[in-house]
């Protein structure tokens, strides 16, 4: 089963992409996305 998580931004907090992920994943994803409001790729990590 898989669940939606919601990407934040780590610079300017905006929460910009939805994912999925395992159900039972452990860690945070962090993927490397780019950021419509601070114009550049970013970091962007799960959120809570």
Known sequence: ????????????LSRNYTSTVK???????ELKKFCPKCGKMTLHKESK
């Not at 089963?1 to 300017?12: F, G, N």
């Open 1 to 12: 089963m898989r669940k939606k998580v919601i990407l934040i931004c780590s610079e300017c």
């Open 23 to 29: 159900e039972g994943q452990t860690t945070r994803l």
